[in-house]
């Protein structure tokens, strides 16, 4: 069972996947144009200007029209993936039914991927089955007048058995790479996933080691303070004795004795002082 991301986990994993696509965004732009140049190219064989001009730019048109209108969506990318399938369609007329303008599609599939999102594949396999099998249709049964009207969809003979094996080839392939994108994505979730428990680890272990060491400095106040409390008695005990003594002598030296130890008590008193006061603050 796949446990559920944290909130810093889904952050990043949006941030991530956020890059992944604008980065992919990014790729497709010079894929299209590509695409659209292409289209341009194979109309000098049967002089298809129209079509590769037309329809090119209606596609563009599609999908940067969607991306434009239905922002902070996925829309486009789908969008995308019917745009890529007309692409094909385009080549195939252009080409007046060259088998090999079929391969294009199994192109645009692999491109798909660098989304991470398998479901793009869906639109992409049904526009081509209904593409493949409602043109065989015509070509077969409606326009099958070599000196008519044709429609232009395989130079070979297409028939029912030919349709089936290459939709059910072109159909792996797009499974295929739906599961690639799928794996990828999952690829990505769960390296998300290592990297943020790793930094979970080292947080907590970064809190534990701060923890410890306020629990050891709380520790070694403490033991300042009870040493302050310890010495300020048998220094204030001095000092008294001290006080106690000059008054009961009037020998001028034993007093001048007796006033150098006063002082030397008192600095030790005033420095007992300041550290029980910082210890005290330091504490609290």
Do not use: C
Request: glycine letters at 4%.
């Amino acid at each position: 069972m796949k446990r559920k991301a944290s909130l810093n986990e889904q952050d990043y994993l949006h941030s991530f996947m956020a890059t992944m696509t604008q980065k992919s965004d990014s790729i497709i732009n010079y894929v299209l144009i590509a695409y659209f140049l292409l289209g341009i190219g194979l109309s000098f064989k049967y002089d298809t200007f129209e079509i590769g001009v037309g329809v090119g730019t209606l596609n563009l048109l599609a999908y940067y029209s969607a991306k434009f209108f239905v922002k902070n969506s996925k829309f486009y990318q789908y969008v995308l993936s019917v745009v890529l399938a007309v692409f094909m369609a385009q080549y195939i007329y252009q080409m007046h039914g060259m088998f090999e303008m079929h391969f294009t599609v199994f192109i645009a599939s692999t491109i798909l991927i660098i989304y991470q999102n398998w479901k793009l594949q869906i639109p992409l396999t049904l526009l081509v089955v209904v593409h493949h099998a409602g043109l065989a249709y015509l070509q077969n049964f409606v326009y099958s007048d070599a000196n008519g009207l044709q429609v232009y969809f395989s130079q070979v003979n297409f028939d029912i058995e030919t349709l089936i094996i290459h939709v059910v080839l072109a159909a792996v392939v797009f499974f295929m790479n739906g599961y690639w994108a799928y794996y990828f994505k999952e690829h990505s979730e769960n390296h998300i996933s290592k990297i943020s428990d790793e930094y979970e680890i080292e947080n907590m272990k970064l809190a534990s080691a701060k923890f410890s060491s306020m629990s050891a400095t709380k520790d070694y106040n403490d033991f300042i303070h009870r040493t302050t409390l310890d010495l300020k008695m048998p220094v204030n005990s001095v000092l008294k004795l001290i006080d106690v003594s000059k008054g009961h002598t009037d020998n001028d030296k034993l007093l001048a004795y007796l006033e150098m130890m006063r002082e030397s008590a008192k600095k030790i008193d005033d420095l007992v002082n300041d550290i029980h006061v910082k210890s005290t603050n330091n504490r609290n």
